[in-house]
Structures are given as structure tokens and as C-alpha cells.
């Protein structure tokens, strides 16, 4: 049996550093402009693998969980440096192999501090209830997956409840803006939702700020996680509130942190961390990942991450 499986999408992410001056006009919004026929210059080009699924289930075996994936792979070229990636981190690949192309993300780096990302879902979007396997684990971790794995998704939780398998959602922007209904098949019963703040207020269609947000979520859910970039991270378990505030770390490229942060507290909770020290962890792996380029770089192993705590 498996400690955990991860349901969610891979990607391979090549980052692009631009020269900012011939690339960038910036107006009082931020926006960025492109000249049409016009060729820009790059300082650097990094690539790696991403994607919710599979930065989670490297984390995850990092931290010394038995780890498996459900996803959807191609033939492709990429769907290879995913699968060899996967292998290599001890992760059991349990998802379907179909024709097309999986995710692929532009990623514009070093943007006023930010990022701005282009992202093609291919195959993601594609996985079928027929393409789960017999769930065979103590957890499950559910990120964000549209289309047809969306409705796959909510097959799986009513799996999960009659088998009386733990398991913790991450929802997107995307499935955010659906609302609290449409998330509640997934929501309802869930043993760790962790978003952001953003997403939260989206998720309930208000402008409630975090203790007000938790509250409302924590109706549905045993245990809710709202983060909030650099002001931290507050958990509500319907008795407590827990905090974890961020170290002045130097940030190269934030991309996967949230990833890093979702799995490190779910690691911690898993291994019988109490929650306040579950939420360090996450915040010790998000700021391991944001010091490097790429999503998995920098993941820490479980002594690691206790060190570094």
C-alpha cells in the first residue's frame, strides 16, 4: 500500500529570462506589451518538468512517503523526460499513456520581481474515470485539473469516502471561480484544503479576509490552510488558529512554491507533526524552491527539511 497518491497534472516549464529594457513597457497596470513582427532578445533559457501532480509526488518522496501519480502521459518527447524524472525519484506512475501532448508552460521570468506564464493543459485535461486505477493508498492529494479530469476528480473522492481514504485539495484560480456548489463534492468531508487567499475568496465569492475565509471553509473541511504570500500562512482546525511567517530569503523564481508549500504540511500531518510545526515545514520547502530556477529543483528530502526547521 502507498502512503499517498497525487491526482493532477505534468507539464515540462522553460523559463525565459527577457532583456527588460527592448521587452517590457510597463503601464500603471503592469501590462506587457508585445510589437507584432517584432524579435526579442533572451538572457537565459531554463527548463524543467512541473505541474501540480508531479511536483507534489516528488516532494512527497522526498519527505519519505510512498509515493504514487495519477495523470495522463503522451509518447512525446516531454511525456519521456516526465516519466525518466518520476522513475528516478522512486514515484509509481499509475496514469494512463494516450495520444497527444502533455502541458507545456512559458514561463517570463525576473518581470518586476514577478512572473508571467503561458501554459498549454494538452492532455491534462483528458483523464477519464476509466483511467484510475484501484486506489490502493492511506491519501490522496487532489490539485487542480479541468475538463474531463475534473469530473474524474469528483469519482475518485466518492472512491475515496466509501474506502475511508484521507485526502487533502488544492484548488486553482480555475476551479476557484466555479464557486463553493460546484466544489463541494470534492470539498465536503475533505481532510486538508489548502489555497490561497485569492482562490479562498473566489471559492466563496466574497472579499472576507483570511480568519473570516477559514471559518467559512472550515464548515465543510477538517482542516483549512489559507496562504498569503509574503504575509505567511493561517490555519483554522475549527478550534485553533495557527500561523507560520516567512524567513527574508533571497527569491529568484517562485513558480511550484505553492506546490512545495501544499505537500510539506500535508508531509508533516501524514507523519504526526502537529499542525503548527506542519505549516513550518511547508513554508521551510516553499522557500527552499523560490531560491532556485524550476519547480522540483530544490525540493528538500525529509532530514533536510528537519535541519533546516
Not at 512525446?76 to 494516450?98: A, F, M, Q, T, Y
Not at 507560520?244 to 510539506?264: H, Q, Y
Amino acid at each position: 500500500m502507498l502512503d499517498i497518491i497525487t491526482i493532477g497534472s505534468c507539464t515540462v516549464d522553460v523559463f525565459v529570462e527577457p532583456e527588460q529594457k527592448r521587452f517590457t513597457k510597463h503601464l500603471n497596470h503592469k501590462d506587457i506589451q508585445f510589437c507584432i513582427g517584432s524579435k526579442y532578445l533572451i538572457n537565459n533559457l531554463f527548463f524543467s518538468t512541473g505541474g501540480g501532480g508531479t511536483n507534489t509526488a516528488v516532494s512527497f518522496s522526498r519527505l519519505g512517503l510512498k509515493t504514487g501519480w495519477i495523470g495522463v502521459l503522451a509518447k512525446d518527447h516531454n511525456s519521456h523526460l516526465v516519466e525518466h524524472e518520476l522513475k528516478k525519484e522512486k514515484v509509481r506512475i499509475l496514469g494512463p499513456i494516450k495520444e497527444g501532448n502533455i502541458g507545456y508552460s512559458v514561463i517570463l521570468s525576473k518581470l518586476e520581481g514577478d512572473r508571467t506564464i503561458l501554459t498549454h493543459k494538452g492532455i491534462n485535461d483528458q483523464l477519464l474515470p476509466k483511467d484510475v486505477p484501484k486506489l490502493n493508498t492511506k491519501w490522496l492529494y487532489i490539485s487542480s485539473m479541468m475538463g474531463e479530469s475534473f469530473n474524474t476528480i469528483k469519482k475518485v473522492v466518492e472512491q475515496a469516502k466509501k474506502k475511508r481514504i484521507h485526502w487533502a485539495f488544492n484548488p486553482s484560480t480555475y476551479l476557484a471561480k466555479k464557486g463553493l456548489k460546484q466544489l463541494m463534492p470534492i470539498i465536503s468531508g475533505c481532510d486538508l484544503l489548502i489555497l490561497n487567499k485569492e482562490e479562498a475568496q473566489l471559492l466563496t465569492n466574497t472579499k472576507n479576509e483570511t480568519n473570516q475565509l477559514l471559518k467559512k471553509l472550515q464548515e465543510h473541511t477538517k482542516i483549512v490552510v489559507v496562504t498569503d504570500g509574503k504575509k505567511g500562512a493561517v490555519s483554522y482546525d475549527g478550534i485553533s488558529y495557527h500561523t507560520s511567517k516567512p524567513n527574508n530569503v533571497k527569491i529568484l523564481e517562485t513558480t511550484g512554491a505553492g506546490d512545495a508549500f501544499a505537500s510539506a504540511v500535508l508531509a508533516g500531518i501524514i507523519k504526526g507533526q502537529d499542525l503548527k510545526t506542519a505549516l513550518q515545514m511547508g513554508q521551510v520547502q516553499a522557500e527552499s524552491v523560490i531560491q532556485f530556477m524550476g519547480a522540483k529543483n530544490k525540493l528538500l528530502t525529509w532530514k533536510e527539511l528537519m535541519r533546516e526547521l
